[in-house]
């Protein structure tokens, strides 16, 4: 009834049956198992725990409240709760999510294809603040609990290192959460924060503008773990995958961080100046790691089998930034530069790839690295600076930390080859 109501129910209801609904659970292992079929005909979920997530993704500020680690309330009437833990995680008191039974001549037990359908709802509402797929995506931080919540889903994903293997009915909401975090995926992969890969306990608790700090290879592994879901389909029937929504807001982050970079007067130009280098070097190691992810899905048929993206995908074309709900809009001189770096991007993922399949020694190899030469280049005809020795210099820099971003990401999703 919830679930088909069209209304926003109270966060301390919404709470308040959630808790009681686990603790039923606990206490009666297997009382909410799917008996026989024909639930989905019906439009009835037989799994309330995951329907009533589905109900609380209308709610992002319930949804932020049941699933934050910290708990809520003041000292004195504090409550803490592991639903996190409990609902997402594997083993150590984590659920096990029901299965169908088919009952006949013998039980048949199948997995439920609709399980976690709400999770991933919840999840995403209460990471980004919004309801499910809505429209309001921007390059900026997070409140505290929602950066909270972040960040421990990316830790008891990647538990035992295993973020690469999600769950599928996770995959598209989670992939639209980490795409609302691209201004700190991208500093997390840039190594520009936290200062150590290994990266930090907490989150940058700043108010409104927090940020998560997970580990690096943590990223990696989750990143890889939800981009060879299908989130949208072509006019002409072509799946588009998490990992074109997640590249595409890097790549339009890394042209605004870029556009940002100090100015220098007309006599300085052709010296190496200002934060050039610096911020060149940030988004080659972020185009190395997304190439990593991309040349590895190419390679890897665990989950689907992809086939050579440049055949089988189209990565980032312009205009594909039309069938998300979760790329901001950025403004004309930002698009050129996204848009030299476009046509590159597929020829990047499928070098490297064919580099990794001969078993090619690519520590020491630029393959893969015209995307962001094409980038650097755009960024330089912006600012008047192409070809000079500050911009040649900045290309190399950017060069150099592709090749370290490529090799890094390479490392975190060999841990489970």
Known sequence: MMQHADAKYDDQFLYQLGDDLIAAEKKNEGIFTKWGGGWEERGIESDPIDGLLGVMSRNPEAATAFFDPQGNGPASDHVGNDHLKYLLGSGDGARDWPDNVITGYRATTFDDYTSRIGLGAALEAATTGREPNSAGAAFAHHSEAQARVMQETINVLDKDSKGDTIHQNLKVPLGRALADYTVDTHAILSGTEPSSPEGSSGINARGEDSSITN??????????????????????????????????????????????????????????????????????????????????????????????????????????????????????????????????????????????????????????????????DGWGTAQGIRHTEAHEHAKGEAKQSFITGREDAYSALRTRK
């Open 215 to 376: 580990s690096k290879h943590s990223l990696l592994r989750v990143m890889r773990g939800v981009s060879d879901a299908a989130y949208e389909t072509t006019s002409d029937g072509k799946p588009v995958l998490v990992y074109e929504l997640l590249y595409e807001n890097e790549k339009r982050y890394s042209a605004e961080y870029l556009a940002t970079a100090r100015d220098a007067s007309a006599e300085e130009r052709g010296n190496v100046v200002g934060d050039w280098d610096n911020k060149a070097r940030h988004v080659g190691e972020v185009y190395g790691a997304m190439t990593a992810i991309g040349s590895d899905m190419t390679l890897d048929d665990r989950d689907t089998k992809i086939g050579n993206l440049n055949d089988a995908m189209r990565y980032t074309y312009h205009g594909v930034g039309g069938l998300f709900t979760q790329i901001p809009v950025v403004g004309d001189p930002v698009q050129r530069m996204i848009d030299a770096a476009t046509y590159e991007y597929s020829k990047d993922v499928s070098a490297a790839a064919e580099d990794v399949a001969r078993d090619k020694d690519s520590r020491t190899t630029s393959t893969g690295v015209g995307g962001t030469n094409a980038m650097i």
